[in-house]
């Protein structure tokens, strides 16, 4: 195909944990298992779901972020210089839960000390049928800055955010590439709920009472996310996935993309973009006109919250619109999010993730072709 992606349906890369590795997941933190025994069911859950995406039909597979608990937490509390506290679950008014985002801050100098995703990629390559991608998914870097703002980052080790804590976290964010690449990754999805949010009145307001300015930050975040992009080795491909929350079905921001659509589209050297547009939160598909040549928008229009299976014909109606604002050869299909974002899984039955990746391959295929 012209895009950079195995083909023209993708998923974004967590599935439901089995039961059998949530139990041990609670026996290791009781301690009464260890880590090397924690990691040897991971190893059988991670074979079992790579064995499903292959039957499924994908192209791209992942390892269903099994030996995680939270898609970010676990990936950015291994970078020298940062830390984190979990998520809480905090219930609405109208008893609806949601998950109050973590603190993520900065005390130290950003640092790559270890290879953090290599040995996990090392091993779903061994898994992984040959003719197949592997993929590899990452928190984007501008959790480290979104989340606290400048208050979150340590004006010890940094004084001026412009250039150096920028740079530390692009070369941390490179270190860890190059070593992907060296064990033999093509593929690497960068998860950014925070251009998401940006989207969203309330969130746009919160940046405010950080002291950011929400008009800004999109082109802030474009600047700091293409030097991560400089440091990309050559051969892989970089996507990202735009994420409005997706803790155990519910969603943590809604609007329309074009408050960060130019600098998201335009401004990133990314090759993919994976855009949640399964609902009325996402608004409609005008912000697709910034999208340049040589870049590939992955339309999430199949949710990943419930389990009512959409229609191809809905789909193909949805495609069809989107294509009036980006070239039909630029677009692709996918589901708008993983099906476990966090441990905890979606509100969603382990069928109904066979049957709706089945219906994203089945449509792109007739839509696209193989």
Known sequence: MS???PARYDHVGSFLRPDYLLQARDQKAKGQITAEQLRSVE???????????QDVGLKAITDGEFR?????????????GVVTELPMAVVRPDGSTHLAPPVIGVNDKVTHPRDIQRADFLYLKSQVAAGLTPKV?????????FRGGRAGISRQAYPELEPAFY????RAYGDELRSLAAAGCTY????????????DEKMREAARQRGDDPNELPHLYATFINKVVAQKPAGMTLAMHLCRGNFKSTHAAAGNYEPVAEALLSETDIDAYFLEYDDDRSGDFRPLRFLPKGKTVVLGLVTTKFGELETKDALKRRIDEAARY???????LSPQCGFSSTVHGNNIAVQAQRDKLRLVIETAQEVWGE
């Open 3 to 5: 895009s950079h992606l």
């Open 188 to 199: 690497v999805q960068m998860d950014d709920t925070n251009l998401a949010y940006l989207c």
């Open 43 to 53: 190893d059988r859950a991670i074979a079992e779901i790579v064995r499903f995406q």
């Open 167 to 170: 740079d530390d976290v692009a």
């Open 137 to 145: 998914t990452i928190p984007s870097p501008t959790m480290l800055h």
């Open 326 to 332: 980006a070239p039909m050869e630029q677009l692709a």
């Open 68 to 80: 995680r608990t939270y898609f970010h937490i676990d990936f950015l509390e291994q970078l020298g």
